[in-house]
């Protein structure tokens, strides 16, 4: 479960050794896009000592290698899976790619003899992704998947805006595959880091059509995305009553009651244990 | 004469280069060169251990950078040196 994956240049010595305190439920450790082509051994080299000689480290570890149609991927996958790291993220991903992926960590994780075995996050950037997520989220070890609102509008030809309108279906169609599957679906970062307002009107759109977490670009969004992605105050007091209400019918024999005035029955019910979980998973009771 | 430069003069990084040379020669420039030469030598001779080389010449610029960024600087320039 997670609510914010924080972005973090793979080259920035100075940034990777304060990406744990920014409170994000997972870092992404970046050797792609935010690493130029001429400095792809050198980011792969300092995100592999970091990580390898640093005590302390964010919840979970993520690392996004360059995409399968480079020449980097191999050495990045190479150098950096180890027991330390929790997730690869995969940029320009598709089914087959996914499938060649997870031979490629078997390979690697037997070969260096790994206690755990490594989770996949694909991104969603091409059209042809978006046509083929019923499929990519039945790949192995796939448990949540981000939407790459940039190059998907490259791809697109579309211009982006604040408003989202032309990724509105990618979106959609995310987190409804997401969601059959039970995986986390997390949002396209906002880009704007300098527009808070933005950002939350962002993320309530995102929550309201169903999306579990967000990604970020700037450490300044993480609190904004944490406080969103949570269940609110009302939600969690309303589910609390749902629950005692529940146990009241219970005794009763009761399998659908009255509150406020409303029928409550088991999607109500669900719905009220699924919001006490996530308030429950952060520490909001 | 190869040579193999990786780094950068940002802060918390260093900018180390690598020559092919007859003997070990190792200079460091630190903003931190009082409190920590001694450590920053260590982690240069430790690494070079590892890749197995003896007769090559480091020059490290060092911005406070931690021992790992050094380790990995210094692995990159090696292999920049090999490849050039």
């Known amino acids: 479960m997670r609510r914010s994956l924080l972005f973090m240049p793979g080259n920035n010595p100075a940034m990777l050794q304060n990406s744990d305190v920014f409170e994000a439920d997972a870092v992404i450790y970046d050797l792609e896009d935010a690493v130029s082509v001429t400095e792809k051994d050198s980011a792969r080299k300092l995100v ?10 964010p919840m979970e570890v993520v690392i996004r290698i360059n995409g399968l149609d480079t020449d980097f991927y191999s050495s990045d996958l190479e150098y950096v899976v180890s027991d330390r790291i929790d997730t690869i993220m995969l940029p320009k991903a598709d089914h087959d790619g996914l499938l060649q992926l997870d031979k490629l960590l078997t390979k690697i994780e037997q070969e260096k003899g790994l206690t ?14 978006v046509l083929e997520i019923e499929k990519i989220v039945t790949c192995p070890r796939v448990d949540g ?9 490259s791809d697109l030809d579309v211009i982006r805006t604040k408003k989202g309108d032309e990724i509105l279906y990618a979106r959609q169609r995310l987190v409804m595959a997401c ?5 986390d ?10 527009d808070n307002d933005g ?3 962002d993320c309530e759109f995102a929550v309201s059509i169903g999306f579990t977490s967000k990604s970020a670009i700037h450490p300044n969004q993480v609190t904004t995305i944490n406080k969103t992605f949570v269940p609110t105050k009302e939600k969690i007091e309303w589910a609390l009553r749902v629950e005692a209400a529940n146990a009241e019918a219970l005794k009763k024999g009761l399998g659908v009651f009255s509150l406020d005035g409303k029928m409550v ?8 244990n699924k919001i006490l979980k996530k308030a429950k998973a952060y520490k909001l009771i | 004469m190869k040579i193999g430069i990786a780094g950068s003069l940002e802060s918390n990084d260093a900018l180390i280069t690598v020559k092919s040379s007859e003997k070990l020669e ?6 931190v060169y009082d409190f920590f030469y001694e450590q920053i030598k260590a982690v240069i001779l430790d690494t070079l251990k590892t890749a197995n080389l003896s007769n090559v010449c480091v020059i490290c610029k060092d911005k406070g950078a931690l021992d790992y960024t050094i380790r990995a600087r210094l692995l990159t320039a090696i292999e920049r040196m090999e490849k050039a």
């Open chain 1, 48 to 57: 592999a000592e970091f990580l390898r000689f640093n005590k302390s480290l």
């Open chain 1, 116 to 129: 755990k075995k490594i989770k996949v996050i694909p991104i969603i950037e091409l059209a042809k992704s």
């Open chain 1, 145 to 153: 998947v981000l939407l790459g609102a940039e190059d998907l509008s």
């Open chain 1, 179 to 183: 969601s059959a599957y039970k995986i």
């Open chain 1, 185 to 194: 679906s997390i949002d396209t970062p906002f880009t704007d880091t300098n």
């Open chain 1, 199 to 201: 950002l939350k009107t």
């Open chain 1, 265 to 272: 029955d088991k999607p109500v019910i669900e719905r009220a």
């Open chain 2, 26 to 31: 190792i200079i460091i420039e630190s903003i």
